[in-house]
């Protein structure tokens, strides 16, 4: 699942990291290049992981170099490319046929056919990979059972503090309508059972909810859900650390528009005629974020557990940008995303993989566009500008 993952996933973000970007002025660069001149077969791949680390870095976004190496831990790819004859035999070929080929890939100006490349490379990889393990199982006996160790990638870490997941977990349940705008949420007591924690961490989740706009605390009545007003944003954007939070809430809608064509090419085929009625029911809800309900059945639909997990992961990043996302202008934000998903959807009902895949980018491409251009223009976010959108 892990090599199928990094089939699917890797092109198109090396494809985008790599787009306008100068090879030789890369780190890494000059051993790359002399690995694959020599072709020396050992130390093959560290050398051009490195050489691939620093495109990733170059493209600006921490988020793509952090997934990157966690999904290197998950692989153990210097098992393969220095252990095991089987797989060099079948892979390698002697490094020029991965080194090489993967610097003139790299060197080419059109992104598509840079990605159509990388790709073939991966899917090259993926087979090899399976082949070996196929060997493997059939040429070794009495074989200890592997450890269960699932994927992992947290790219909130060092911030994923428990009260904040139950901040995220409510603003993504008000903006689902479960707690509409003049309700009350449920009391501390309720809250602290339900997620498992003390008053005391419910409490402080609930201030830091009502310091955000979302919520007030009224004495004897409980704690009431509320639109939030752009005082808030601009309080949120005031100092280094939010800042750092904001740009990495683009960062993470840049990813999130990446993500689209990889999940699409797993998840069409999937969905069955029934679940498509239910979702089509739901569209026809008003006061309600559509686009939040395809995502959740889009996930759910998602076999790959990998994958899964950093289409969820990344998609916790963008619940810091809720209010810049669906109240700012909401009058022509929000019929506009609307439209959008509904296409998304329509291109989901056709199982159309391509067209699906596109018309789930075109959502976080908007959100990425619409928001970047709000907080540079309302709040002077001159940092956002280094986040790119990235294109078919």
Request: aromatic fraction near 12%; include cysteine.
């Amino acid at each position: 699942q892990i090599f199928k993952t990094c089939e699917l996933l890797l092109p198109p973000l090396f494809a985008f990291a790599s787009r306008n970007c100068s090879l030789e002025m890369m780190p890494h660069y000059n051993q790359v290049m002399r690995v694959a001149r020599k072709g020396v077969s050992r130390g093959v791949w560290r050398e051009s992981s490195a050489f691939i680390k620093d495109i990733l870095k170059s493209c600006g976004n921490p988020l793509l170099c952090d997934l990157y190496a966690n999904l290197q831990l998950h692989e153990n790819l210097s098992f393969f490319f220095e252990k095991c004859d089987f797989f060099k035999e079948n892979f390698l070929k002697g490094s020029y046929a991965v080194t090489g080929q993967m610097i003139d890939i790299f060197r080419s100006n059109d992104s598509y056919k840079k990605y159509r490349e990388i790709k073939k490379l991966y899917q090259k990889l993926y087979l090899a990979v399976s082949d070996t393990i196929q060997h493997l199982m059939s040429s070794v006996s009495n074989c200890p059972a592997p450890a269960d160790i699932p994927f992992n990638w947290n790219p909130l870490r060092g911030k994923d503090y428990y009260y904040m997941r139950i901040v995220r977990d409510l603003i993504r349940k008000i903006g689902k309508g479960i707690f509409p705008v003049g309700t009350f949420l449920p009391f501390e007591a309720q809250l602290a059972k339900q997620y498992g924690v003390s008053v005391f961490t419910v409490r402080k989740a609930l201030d830091l909810l009502e310091r955000r706009g979302y919520t007030k605390t009224l004495n004897a009545k409980g704690t009431m859900v509320l639109l939030p007003d752009d005082s808030h944003v601009s309080m949120a954007l005031s100092d280094l650390a939010s800042k750092q939070d904001a740009l990495l809430y683009l960062h993470a809608l840049q990813l999130m528009v990446l993500l689209a064509h990889p999940i699409a090419e797993c998840v069409v085929n999937r969905f069955q005629s029934e679940e498509l009625e239910f979702l089509s029911d739901i569209f026809q809800k008003k006061d309600f974020i559509h686009l939040t309900a395809l995502f959740q059945a889009t996930a759910e639909h998602l076999e790959l557990k990998p994958l899964q997990d950093i289409f969820i992961e990344t998609s916790r990043v963008t619940e810091w940008g809720f209010y810049l996302c669906y109240y700012p202008r909401s009058s022509a934000t929000i019929p506009q995303l609307e439209r959008l998903t509904f296409e998304a959807f329509r291109q989901l009902c056709d199982k159309n993989v391509l067209g699906f895949g596109e018309g789930l980018a075109n959502c976080y491409r908007y959100i990425l566009n619409s928001v970047r251009a709000y907080m540079l223009d309302k709040y002077n976010f001159n940092e956002g500008l280094s986040v790119r959108t990235p294109q078919i």
